[in-house]
């Protein structure tokens, strides 16, 4: 058997949102939104049709070409994914300081 040098392995109640919509592009979006304590208050964002998954929070919508990359979705997209993601991050919570 295999020794693993474990950097941390923790359960945690997490919360998830699914939510599905499609914007001017008509590009359809599925989504989980899972909400949990770890990565500063950031969300983890999963695309289920693609099974890409990002941890997401303000910052990262202001970063340019970020979700077309992420997500391999075109610009267009990404603006109308921005624009609804921006009213769900909120803000980081630095909790380890």
């Given at each position: 058997?295999?020794?693993?040098?474990?950097?941390?392995?923790?359960?945690e109640?997490?919360?998830?949102?699914?939510?599905c919509?499609v914007g001017?592009?008509?590009?359809?979006?599925?989504l989980a939104?899972?909400?949990t304590?770890r990565?500063?208050?950031?969300?983890?964002?999963?695309?289920l049709q693609?099974?890409?998954?990002?941890?997401?929070?303000?910052?990262?919508?202001?970063?340019?070409g970020?979700?077309?990359?992420v997500?391999?979705i075109t610009?267009?997209e990404?603006?109308e994914?921005?624009?609804?993601?921006?009213?769900?991050?909120?803000?980081i919570?630095?909790?380890?300081?």
């Amino acid at each position: 058997m295999y020794d693993f040098d474990y950097l941390y392995d923790t359960n945690e109640e997490t919360t998830t949102r699914f939510v599905c919509f499609v914007g001017a592009s008509l590009h359809r979006f599925d989504l989980a939104i899972t909400n949990t304590n770890r990565f500063f208050g950031k969300k983890l964002i999963t695309d289920l049709q693609s099974g890409r998954t990002a941890v997401i929070g303000p910052d990262d919508l202001q970063e340019e070409g970020y979700l077309e990359h992420v997500y391999k979705i075109t610009e267009e997209e990404a603006v109308e994914l921005t624009e609804f993601l921006s009213q769900i991050v909120g803000t980081i919570n630095f909790t380890d300081i």
